[in-house]
């Protein structure tokens, strides 16, 4: 087994016992850094929503999708106001 795969599980953040990060800390532009961070952010925050409902099968995607809602608002709500 190739020491560089990721194992299933909490991910990275969570098991370092950081809370979920909000946009605050995300920076702006298109870097491979930023685009790192951002997944990150959606992750811990899927993770959490999944730990809410005690990991039940089958709602993944909902918990992805709830959790990048969450993490890309306020970037959505500055692009609203400028």
Do not use: C
Request: zero cysteines; a negative charge; glycine letters at 8%.
């Amino acid at each position: 087994m190739n020491g560089s795969m990721k194992v299933p599980g909490k991910p990275e953040a969570v098991s370092r016992g950081a809370q979920t990060p909000g946009p605050a800390g995300l920076q702006t532009g298109a870097t491979a850094d930023n685009a790192e961070q951002l997944h990150e952010a959606i992750a811990v925050a899927a993770y959490y929503f999944a730990e809410a409902r005690n990991f039940e099968p089958g709602r993944e995607l909902d918990d992805w999708l709830k959790a990048e809602a969450q993490v890309l608002a306020p970037a959505e709500e500055l692009k609203r106001a400028a």
